[in-house]
């Protein structure tokens, strides 16, 4: 793989990280931008783009199961006393 200036990672599991990423939503507009651009110079790049994409559509299309309301109480639960965690431990990196 030849080096980049473009700010993103050069080695195959950085870029592929990043295509997941681009795939997730989760990269700014310019991040996108030149994962895309990685992606359209170089086929074996393209091609774990493409299986990504597939493997995202199979997942998506699975059936959900179906949940207790007992369950779904659980979750939320687990859910709330983490985001209460990280609340607590930004104050204090911020302090």
């Not at 700010?7 to 310019?30: Q, T, Y």
């Not at 359209?40 to 393209?46: V, Y």
């Not at 687990?78 to 911020?94: K, Q, T």
């Amino acid at each position: 793989m030849t080096a980049h200036d473009d700010g993103l990672p050069n080695d195959p599991e950085g870029i592929r990280l990043m295509i997941h990423a681009l795939v997730d939503g989760e990269l700014d507009a310019a991040a996108a931008l030149a994962v895309e651009r990685r992606i359209a110079a170089d086929p074996t790049l393209a091609a774990e783009h493409a299986r990504i994409l597939a493997l995202q559509g199979a997942v998506g299309r699975l059936p959900r199961p179906d949940v207790s309301d007992a369950f779904r109480a659980r979750i939320a639960a687990v859910r709330h006393r983490h985001n209460g965690r990280r609340a607590r431990h930004r104050r204090r990196c911020r302090d």
